[in-house]
């Protein structure tokens, strides 16, 4: 079970080890798998997230705020 959350999961996906939660509290939320510890949050949009894709070693996500934010997940 996934605790601590600051609002309801948008969007999830598995990639490579982690969970990957997009949330309408404005925050990515990375976790291990299968242990569900959060390693990482990632702030930036300034809505709910409502996409989450991968594309070589980037992560990018659709938010509510009608934009595109990318990470480098390496």
């Known amino acids: 079970m996934i605790e601590g959350l600051g609002g309801w999961i948008l969007e999830m996906k598995y990639h490579n080890g982690y969970l990957y939660t997009g949330c309408d509290d404005k925050k990515i939320r990375v976790y291990s798998w299968p242990e ?39």
């Open 36 to 74: 569900i510890n959060e390693v990482e949050e990632l702030p930036g949009h300034d809505d709910g997230i409502i996409s989450i894709e991968f594309a070589s070693k980037m992560l990018f996500s659709g938010s509510y705020d009608h934009s595109i934010r990318s990470w480098d997940i390496e």
